[in-house]
């Protein structure tokens, strides 16, 4: 133990020198370029002509480097940028030409749109300049707009969140050889210090049709086009001063209808009102309140066959819990977060081991910068008692902070607090009085991000002693555009109870290098070659080795965007507790027992930009003491611009000796999303999972009928798939249906914002 803890230490400061030091090509600052921003005379009229005076006045910036298929010149479509401002609105206008016969690539006219088969243009703002965190707005030729959060300073895909909603508005008009893109932010939208001269800010350019991505900065290619460590410099002609107070009410109201059908009883209607409101306690600092929550509107969770020992992931969707997410559900690593707002608003039914909402009475959450260095979240909820599963009312608190060191690295604490209200209860299995977790993490990144990494110590409290209740982690990626390298490791104790983070497994050890090499051909035909390889290897000190896999791969990716892989696999696996592989109730494989077994691997995506394309991935070898075929995938066909056709398809064939159960899951998911403007849409999709035994149906219809104010109309139901005989659905207005099975008809009136 002390062993690791001085490597880590040495790591520690290795990762330290490694973002301090300013001379190694690697902490270079990429860029100096500059956007000088000029005050508007006169308002702007948006209308994606741009004839305003303001226009013929600003700076044009053109020259954008293509980051695909190549990152070594200049793109082969111009782009044009200008800005301007006046006392409301920040202004962008982005002049997109065209020189290709044929509509313009986009699946359907939904807000929030994503991935490389659409054409956009694209603005990241950075207020604070930490290249950290920004702010990112994207409009489509159809007019179709999206808008997310960028955290941990683009490094990954998954750090461009589009969940996150807010004001602001676009305009585009097609021309002959063009498409022009003009843009309204208000500033109230935005967090910026108060006074500040100068933002960061950058543009980047989808263009599918002519399949090729580009940006105003110059990110290599192995990394995000919207990677925070490539941006220029946004110089206010005078220092922006923050205008008025910002404050936004967001009412609700719900009415449902529930009916249990294995009583025959008649149908019951719910209802249910509450509120949200959003205050800007400072410019950077925001302060979100809620009353009674609801979330019903949220999509329901895409099912997965489980063949898996532990616990699923599934992503945060619901809005209150969005902006500056990072800040508080960064903490840790993937599968091992001390904190998981998911746990807030569900709870586990542990006579039936299945998740149940849980009515959340109130909440404040107070989350952004204090100043270019300190950002600070504080969360307080309140959640429901259920007598029903022995659940006392639960307070939740959770404290963040977060300081930036060097250039873009920093140090975070958070502490999170789990407190029971009011009698317990007389159960066997008592609930905990309190939960409490602290933990310290260091995250790297350097200049050009070619260096990345975290260190982190967590510790949890609870009323039992405890020998090991600590987690442990470090990781270190170096990143180059032909050589990637990655270090992690873990120590999880036996004892470490974070009862609000996701911590699926515990008692390991755990070290999980990775190598790959990449070749750029001179090609037509393929875009990138790769070679990897990885180890990821699981111990304690009770049972020793407990799991392996090693796997050796090759990736291809085509300049036509498809995509190949193939890698074989060993695994060995050490059950610690008696498993069965199917999960459909047969004999399970014994406690104590080891397996290794072999697989090979191959996926493929296609050209997506196409109206048509799929996803295939396929598993072909063994698989404990049994032998495994799986094909999963997805199957998409678009209807320009108005909607998509899709079908979500898993199959595993499982075969293992007597006693053990042999089996057959299937998971088939058709789903019907569709546009009937851009403010109308469908979304219907169908889920079958033989595995659970279950049909479950979700059908939302959604009319925004102004900026971030919707009214939907929710219909889910649940079948058994043989008769057609209604299951449990998704629990919906924060309550908990009684016996019985039943369905619902849930329309719903949300985020009527008032600013």
């Known amino acids: 133990m002390c062993r690791t803890y001085f490597l880590t230490l040495g790591l520690f400061f290795c990762l330290t020198g490694l973002a301090a030091q300013g001379t190694d090509e690697s902490t270079t600052p990429p860029s100096a370029l500059q956007y000088r921003i000029q005050r508007a005379a006169q308002k702007v009229k948006l209308d994606g002509v741009l004839d305003d005076p303001a226009w013929q006045n600003a700076q044009r910036v053109s020259d954008f480097n293509q980051h695909f298929p190549f990152d070594s010149s200049r793109a082969v479509r111009r782009t044009e940028v200008m800005m301007t401002y006046d006392e409301e609105f920040i202004y962008v206008a982005g002049i997109c030409y065209d020189g290709l016969p044929g509509s313009y690539i986009i699946s359907s006219l939904r807000r929030d749109y994503r991935g490389p088969n659409y054409d956009g243009f694209n603005v990241v703002i950075d207020p604070f300049q930490d290249k950290t965190n920004a702010f990112f707005f994207g409009l489509s030729p159809y007019k179709v707009q999206r808008e997310g959060l960028i955290a941990n300073g683009g490094a990954g895909q998954g750090d461009l969140s589009l969940s996150w909603d807010n004001k602001w508005y676009g305009e585009t008009k097609i021309e002959d050889d063009r498409w022009v893109a003009e843009i309204a932010i208000p500033f109230k939208t935005l967090r910026f210090k108060d006074g500040t001269p100068n933002w960061n800010v950058n543009f980047y350019r989808i263009d599918s049709k002519q399949n090729e991505r580009s940006a105003w900065s110059d990110p290599p290619r192995n990394f995000q086009i919207y990677n925070l460590a490539y941006i220029g410099e946004l110089v206010w002609d005078v220092p922006l001063k923050k205008t008025g107070p910002n404050i936004s009410l967001i009412p609700f109201a719900t009415a449902g209808l529930s009916r249990q059908h294995q009583n025959g009883e008649p149908g019951q209607g719910t209802w249910s ?29 895409r099912q997965v066959t489980n063949l898996d020992r532990f ?71 309140q959640a429901g008692r259920d007598a029903a599963i022995n659940l006392p009312s639960y307070n939740f608190t959770v404290a963040a902070v977060q300081r930036r060191v060097f250039s873009r690295s ?65 990781n270190l990626v170096y990143n180059k555009p032909k050589l990637r390298l990655e270090w992690n490791h873990q120590l999880v104790g036996r004892d470490y109870n974070a009862a609000v983070g996701f911590v699926p497994r515990r008692d390991y050890r755990r070290a999980n ?19 990897y390889a990885t180890a990821d290897v699981f111990w304690n000190q009770t049972n020793g080795l407990t799991d392996r896999n090693i796997s050796i791969g090759n990736t291809i990716r085509f300049q036509n965007t498809a995509e190949f892989e193939m890698f074989v696999a060993q695994d060995y696996t050490y059950l610690f507790a008696a498993f069965d592989p199917t999960r459909t109730g047969g004999t399970p494989l014994a406690q104590g ?150 369905n619902y008809l849930l329309v719903e009136c949300v985020r009527l914002m008032i600013a």
């Open 593 to 742: 027992t080891a397996y290794t077994y072999r697989s090979f691997n191959l996926s493929f995506a296609s050209n997506n930009r196409h109206p048509f394309y799929f996803n295939l991935l396929h598993y072909w070898g063994e698989f404990f003491n049994g032998r495994r075929l799986s094909f999963q995938g997805d199957v998409n066909v678009r209807f320009r611009p108005y909607g998509v056709f899709s079908v979500d398809f898993t199959y595993n064939r499982l075969r293992f000796p007597a006693p053990q159960n042999s089996a057959d899951l299937w998971l088939l998911g058709p789903r019907v999303d569709l546009t009937f403007s851009r403010s109308l849409f469908l979304t219907a999709f169908v889920q079958y999972n033989s595995q659970i035994n279950n049909l479950n149906i979700n059908t939302r219809l959604q009319w925004r009928f102004k900026p971030v104010s919707d009214i939907f109309l929710v219909y889910t139901d649940n079948y058994f798939p043989d008769t057609f005989r209604q299951l449990f659905p998704r629990h919906v207005c924060g309550q908990k249906p009684g016996s019985g099975v039943q």
């Open 273 to 301: 009102v509450g509120g949200d409101a959003k205050v800007a306690v400072t410019p950077g600092l925001n302060l979100d309140l809620t009353v009674n929550p609801d979330f019903s509107q949220v999509e329901v969770d």
């Open 410 to 474: 920093n140090l975070g604490a958070i502490f999170v607090n789990r407190e029971a209200f009011g009698n317990l209860g007389d159960s066997p299995v008592a609930p905990e009085r309190f939960n409490r977790m602290f933990g310290l993490d260091y995250n790297l990144a350097s200049a050009t991000n070619t260096w990345t990494g975290k260190v982190f110590y967590h510790r949890s409290f609870t009323q039992q002693p405890a020998s090991e209740p600590f987690a442990h982690g470090v």
């Open 311 to 381: 616990e699923i992931f599934f992503p945060e969707r619901r809005q209150f819990f969005l902006e500056n997410a990072d800040l508080f559900a960064d903490f840790g690593a993937n599968r091992l977060r001390p904190f998981f707002s998911r746990r807030i608003g569900v709870a586990i039914d542990q006579s039936t081991g299945q998740n149940v909402q849980n009515p959340i009475y109130f909440g404040a959450r107070l989350s952004g910068k204090l100043d270019q260095n300190w950002r600070l979240g504080l969360l307080n909820m």
């Open 513 to 531: 290098p990775q190598a790959a090499y990449f070749l750029f051909p001179k090609s037509k035909t393929f875009n990138r070659v790769g070679f």
